[in-house]
């Protein structure tokens, strides 16, 4: 097959490296001689070719991408509400995967490179089994994508909650605080388990660990109860108690993910009548999705992204990049779609987490 024009898209949530990967494509594909379309807001981008925003579709040059690598979030925009197969026309689902298909022919593209979580994995999936030749690059902060030991975006992440622990702490030492820090990760504790030891912090409570109040408190009074009246509090935001579900924002909106909120907020208001201490509660959010990415995500978006255009050079289709410590290597996008990654509650992590005093709500 030969290649004169792939295309390149960013979906579902933004996160720190997805520059990184589409600063490799540009840069690696023109060196072949190839042509790299942008498409704009996901797959927003294949539904209408007089679809406008504010940077459209359009070609892109080693000149264009000189300087994102360091930037965080997309020049490409990004949506996590742009599934064809279920796309919201005037309040109801529509299928629009064929005009989907029809303007991926209409661009003039060999092949496209889409760049996205689970969600986004599936519809490429999906779309290559209605003929387009795609190959994935996984993204996520939450770690939660099986078919690849590391996905860039966590790293990042992960360093934003530790920073606000070590904030925190100060705060929390200053006035003999509880402090709770609620950090996301949907169904993945992740983020929540790796900023937890990596700013020392002495409550953990994650998705795959329902946990119990009573645990909690006890850890908190033992602290004051030895002379270190303040405590660090971290929870995933898909966290749950034993006799409860996970926290939303309000009702889920069509083509959209429930929003997962109010944990630290739930867990606050529990703990503050069974404590003398004062406790806080900081909600991070997208905040962990900004900024400049670190040089382990930059480095990773930059391989993902050339090792896909080799994908797309060797008809590897329908395949998605993936790392093997320490290989990049390509594996189907039903296996990355098929295998949800989470935190092992009996693992060598949690284990550790364990040895240092880290209380996870379970006993």
Request: glycine share 12%; charged share 25%.
């Amino acid at each position: 097959m030969s290649i004169k024009r792939i295309g390149i898209m960013t979906g579902g949530g933004d996160c720190p490296g997805l520059n990184a990967v589409i600063r490799a494509v540009v840069l690696k594909a023109h060196a072949k001689g190839w042509e790299v379309m942008g498409i704009e807001d996901a797959t927003e981008g294949l539904m209408d070719l007089s679809y406008r925003a504010p940077r459209g579709n359009r070609l892109l040059t080693p000149a264009m991408v000189d300087d994102i690598l360091t930037r965080g979030g997309t020049i490409l925009g990004t949506s996590n509400r742009s599934d064809p197969f279920r796309y919201v026309v005037d309040g109801k689902e529509t299928d629009l995967s064929a005009r989907a298909v029809e303007n991926y022919r209409a661009l003039g593209l060999d092949a496209l490179i889409s760049v996205g979580g689970d969600g986004s994995m599936r519809i490429a999936q999906r779309l290559g089994e209605l003929g387009l030749s795609i190959v994935g690059v996984p993204k996520t902060i939450d770690q939660d994508l099986g078919a690849t030991d590391y996905t860039f975006g966590f790293n990042t992440a992960v360093q934003t909650a530790t920073d606000a622990i070590d904030r925190l702490r100060d705060t929390a030492i200053s006035h003999d605080r509880v402090m709770v820090l609620e950090v996301m990760g949907r169904n993945a504790g992740w983020i929540a388990l790796c900023s937890a030891m990596a700013g020392g912090a002495h409550v953990c409570i994650i998705p795959e660990i329902p946990y119990r109040l009573e645990p909690v408190i006890a850890k908190i009074r033992g602290r004051r109860e030895q002379g270190q009246p303040f405590s660090l509090v971290v929870i995933a935001e898909g966290a749950r108690p034993a006799d409860g579900e996970q926290s939303f924002e309000g009702e889920r909106q069509l083509g959209a993910m429930p929003k997962l909120f109010g944990a630290g907020y739930r867990l606050g208001a529990q703990l503050q009548p069974r404590l003398e201490l004062e406790v806080r509660v900081t909600v991070l959010g997208h905040i962990q999705r900004g900024g400049s990415p670190t040089q382990f995500d930059r480095i990773l978006g930059t391989r993902f992204g050339t090792a896909a255009v080799d994908a797309v050079e060797g008809g590897k289709f329908g395949c998605m990049v993936a790392l093997r410590t320490p290989e990049i290597v390509t594996v189907p996008i039903a296996e990355a779609c098929a295998n949800e990654r989470l935190v092992d509650p009996g693992g060598q992590l949690v284990q550790a987490a364990r040895d240092v005093g880290i209380c996870f709500g379970d006993a």
